[in-house]
C-alpha cells in the first residue's frame, strides 16, 4: 500500500513539474487546471458594441432632445420610456442587457450584468463612443489639484457620471 502511495506521488510530482514548465500554459490555466481563469469578464465586443451606440444615442437626446428610437435599428426594442437589447452572453447565465433610459435633463445607460472589475472596462467605452458622436472632451478645474471631464457638442455641455451595483454599471449624461 505504502509502495503504491509513494508511486502515486512521484507520478503527480513528475505531471506537475511537466505543466509547469510547459512555457505555452498560462497562469491561470496552470492555477484553474485548464479551466480558464476564475471570475471571468461578463463583458464582451458585442455588448461593447450596443453600450457605445445607446452611450451616442442617450447623448445626442441629452444635447438636441432627439428620441432613442434610432437605437432600434441596432436591436434595440422599446419598454416604455427605455429602449433594450438583450444579448446572449456564454460567459452568463441568461442574457445579458444593454438599458437606455431618457429622463428630462438626463440619459441612463445600463449594462448588466457586470462584476467589479468590469466596471472600469464598461466605463472606458464612454470617451470613444462620445469621441466618434461628434463630441469634444474638455476639462473643468475643480480645484489646482483635479479636474472634471465633460464633453461638449454644438455648445452644450454634457456631464457625465458613473455608477455601478446591483451586478450593473451605469453611465448618467447630464445636460449642463
Same mark, same amino acid.
Do not use: H
Given at each position: 500500500m505504502?509502495?503504491?502511495?509513494?508511486?502515486?506521488?512521484?507520478?503527480? +510530482?513528475?505531471?506537475?513539474?511537466?505543466a509547469?514548465?510547459?512555457?505555452?500554459?498560462? +497562469?491561470?490555466?496552470?492555477a484553474? @487546471?485548464?479551466? @480558464?481563469?476564475?471570475?471571468s469578464?461578463?463583458?464582451?465586443?458585442?455588448?461593447e458594441?450596443? *453600450?457605445?451606440q445607446?452611450?451616442?444615442?442617450?447623448?445626442?437626446?441629452?444635447?438636441?432632445?432627439?428620441?432613442?428610437?434610432?437605437? @432600434?435599428?441596432?436591436?434595440?426594442?422599446?419598454? @416604455?420610456?427605455? $429602449?433594450?437589447?438583450?444579448?446572449?452572453?456564454p460567459?452568463?447565465?441568461?442574457?445579458?442587457?444593454?438599458?437606455a433610459a431618457?429622463?428630462r435633463?438626463?440619459?441612463?445607460?445600463?449594462? !448588466?450584468?457586470?462584476n467589479f472589475?468590469?466596471?472600469n472596462?464598461?466605463? !472606458?467605452?464612454v470617451?470613444?463612443?462620445?469621441?466618434r458622436?461628434?463630441?469634444?472632451?474638455?476639462?473643468r478645474?475643480?480645484?489646482? $489639484?483635479v479636474?472634471?471631464? $465633460? *464633453?461638449v457638442?454644438?455648445?452644450?455641455?454634457?456631464?457625465l /457620471? /458613473?455608477?455601478?451595483?446591483?451586478?450593473?454599471?451605469?453611465?448618467?449624461?447630464?445636460?449642463?
Open positions: 505504502r509502495k503504491a502511495i509513494n508511486n502515486l506521488s512521484v507520478a503527480m +510530482t513528475a505531471s506537475l513539474l511537466v509547469c514548465s510547459n512555457p505555452t500554459a498560462s +497562469t491561470s490555466e496552470q484553474t @487546471g485548464g479551466a @480558464g481563469p476564475m471570475r469578464s461578463l463583458v464582451n465586443a458585442t455588448i458594441s450596443s *453600450f457605445s445607446a452611450i451616442a444615442a442617450c447623448a445626442n437626446y441629452v444635447v438636441s432632445g432627439t428620441s432613442l428610437s434610432s437605437l @432600434g435599428s441596432y436591436g434595440f426594442q422599446p419598454s @416604455g420610456s427605455k $429602449y433594450i437589447i438583450a444579448l446572449e452572453n460567459d452568463v447565465l441568461g442574457n445579458s442587457k444593454v438599458v431618457p429622463r435633463d438626463e440619459c441612463r445607460v445600463t449594462a !448588466s450584468p457586470t472589475r468590469d466596471n472596462t464598461v466605463a !472606458s467605452w470617451e470613444p463612443a462620445l469621441i458622436a461628434d463630441f469634444e472632451k474638455r476639462l478645474p475643480l480645484n489646482e $489639484y479636474a472634471e471631464t $465633460y *464633453f457638442k454644438n455648445g452644450v455641455a454634457v456631464d /457620471r /458613473r455608477s455601478s451595483g446591483g451586478g450593473g454599471t451605469n453611465v448618467i449624461l447630464k445636460r449642463q
